[in-house]
């Protein structure tokens, strides 16, 4: 067990910690990460109340070991009237919060690109501070994201004076509107990004002077060992990608390396493994490139059988690029996932994913958009065994020192007490 969270255990008996984490909706069972996260900070002594915005009360899933479930009310009627009840509450005991969540939510309001759901997610954030914030229910309050739920936590917090924080992940980041990102990283007590670039990027968007972490969420490895022998590439070469299908990753790109490496005489098959609104496209593309004996599309699979394709798989690729609407990826988990279990990586310095992947050292790191560098990029890997076996080693070993989500919940604490939160 780590040393933190040893300490922590030992001082659970001593510090009752309460904290409110708001959610959209319960994660499945596939997400597993958050759920994970939750049962660290369980173990580590907290007691965790979640709150669910639009999760069904009657789901058989639940969040952590001894974590409390509260469901908002779906309908309007119902959650309008929750919210107009904690309106006395709050102005009797905190009216100079109430008057400061109202400022928030109109400053939100004004610029928000969803206004029917941050109006709904008003009367939610006047239910939970009246009826659980303002009691001393929760001491402190945490959003996974900084979208939709980041501004009810937002709220919540307003209405109460009881602190916030959330974790900034890219996709939210680059969708939404700045002024709106801006009234809630003016008002936390302190952010999380999973990347250097994305606090850039933050620092970037105007002035505000909370302090900003670099909290990367990483996997848990105990269910990516690394295999105790390393798979040796034969023909037919075995290349895999995990991805959504929704024009965040360049497959034409991949197809057209690809393409040269069939023009070699090189035997392979590619696997691509994810679902989204683009597969009919990608099935085109395939067509178009005359690769249909060489490419296999599957739908979203178990975590298991996921694990076997990493396994018996030569090469991960993954190359990311900007969606139209703006959108980018955090450091993707299945690049972990991959590094995690000695499957080598070809992909490009799109977003934070520099600061994963060193080139020839932790996996390939593409320098030029070319597909000619693609198909070298994937030889190497394939024909040149020390240089695997070494990219293999040092991206394992880079995954367990910086992405092990045991110790990086460990590490979240630190910066909770370091801003006298959760101490």
Not at 87 to 106: C, D, E, K, W
Not at 292 to 316: A, C, H, M
């Amino acid at each position: 067990m780590d040393g933190r969270i040893f300490r922590r255990l030992k001082m659970a008996e001593y510090i009752p910690q309460r904290l409110g984490i708001i959610i959209d909706n319960l994660p499945g069972p596939t997400e597993s990460i958050i759920a994970r996260e939750i049962e660290l900070l369980e173990q580590m002594g907290y007691s965790i109340c979640i709150f669910v915005l639009h999760g069904n009360g009657h789901s058989k899933y639940r969040l952590g070991l001894n974590a409390r479930t509260f469901f908002e009310k779906t309908n309007i009627s119902g959650l309008v009237l929750d919210g107009l009840a904690a309106i006395p509450t709050l102005a009797r005991n905190y009216p100079s919060g109430l008057i400061a969540g109202a400022a928030s939510f109109f400053r939100m309001l004004y610029h928000s690109r969803t206004r029917g759901k941050l109006c709904r997610g008003l009367f939610q954030a006047l239910h939970i501070a009246g009826s659980f914030a303002l009691d001393g229910e929760i001491t402190n309050l945490f959003s996974f994201y900084s979208d939709h739920t980041a501004a009810v936590t937002l709220l919540v917090s307003r209405f109460s004076g009881v602190d916030f924080n959330f974790n900034a992940t890219a996709r939210d980041i680059t969708r939404q509107d700045r002024h709106e990102l801006l009234e809630k990283l003016r008002h936390a007590r302190f952010v999380t990004v999973q990347a250097t670039y994305y606090k850039n990027y933050l620092q970037l968007l105007g002035e505000f002077s909370t302090p900003v972490y670099i909290f990367c969420h990483g996997i848990d490895l105990e269910k990516f060992p690394l295999p105790r022998r390393f798979r040796q590439p034969a023909p037919p070469y075995r290349m895999l990608t995990v991805a959504e299908i929704n024009g965040q990753q360049d497959f034409e790109f991949i197809l057209q390396g690809l393409t040269l490496l069939q023009r070699e005489k090189v035997n392979f098959i590619y696997t691509v493994i994810g679902a989204g609104p683009q597969k009919n496209l990608l099935q085109a593309m395939v067509d178009h490139y005359g690769l249909q004996s060489r490419v296999i599309l599957k739908e979203k699979i178990k975590q298991d059988e996921l694990f076997e394709e990493y396994l018996g798989s030569d090469v991960f690729i993954f190359i990311g690029k900007t969606a139209e609407d703006g959108s980018m990826d955090d450091i993707p988990d299945v690049l972990l996932e991959s590094m995690a279990v000695g499957l080598p990586v070809v992909t490009a310095p799109h977003g934070a994913i520099p600061e994963l992947i060193e080139n020839e050292e932790t996996g390939i790191l593409l320098e030029e958009n070319k597909p000619e560098k693609l198909a070298d990029a994937c030889l190497l890997l394939l024909e040149d065994d020390i240089t695997r076996e070494l990219i293999v080693i040092k991206g394992r070993l880079k995954v367990e020192s910086r992405y092990n989500i045991a110790t990086r919940i460990a590490e979240f604490v630190e910066i909770c007490e370091e801003n006298d939160l959760l101490a």
